[in-house]
Nanobody, 117 residues
Framework: QVYLVESGGGLVQAGGSLSLSCAAS????????MGWYRQAPGNQRELVAS???????NLSDSVKGRFAISREPAKNAVNLMMNSLKPEDTAIYYC???????????WGQGTQVSVSS
């Protein structure tokens, strides 16, 4: 079992930056993959960024060059740094983790990110 708690988010103007953090209940190196999903009203949940326990990173095309995912092992945390934010980045952002079969099984409660134009 993994418990995930997000922090960060909020309201920012277009072009601004925000940082999200996800604290896990155990060592992030004991988790296969962690990542960030987002869901805007009326849209499906989409995977924005992920990082494996070996450090392999994937970013969605919509955020490449603007977002970065990183690990903070001392805090059992995975962070999402979001730069050059756009109104279309507005969504609830969820931290998630896979089990060892690769299934996204564990979810945080979500945190709202709102970008004004």
């Amino acid at each position: 079992q993994v418990y995930l708690v997000e922090s960060g988010g909020g309201l920012v103007q277009a072009g601004g930056s925000l940082s999200l953090s996800c604290a896990a209940s155990r060592s992030i190196f004991s988790i296969d993959t962690m990542g960030w999903y987002r869901q805007a009203p009326g849209n499906q949940r989409e995977l924005v960024a992920s990082i494996t326990n070996s450090g392999n990173i994937n970013l969605s095309d919509s955020v490449k060059g603007r977002f970065a995912i990183s690990r903070e092992p001392a805090k059992n945390a995975v962070n999402l740094m979001m730069n050059s934010l756009k109104p279309e980045d507005t969504a609830i952002y969820y931290c998630a983790a896979t089990d060892w079969s690769g299934t996204w099984t564990y979810w945080g409660q979500g945190t709202q990110v709102s970008v004004s134009s």
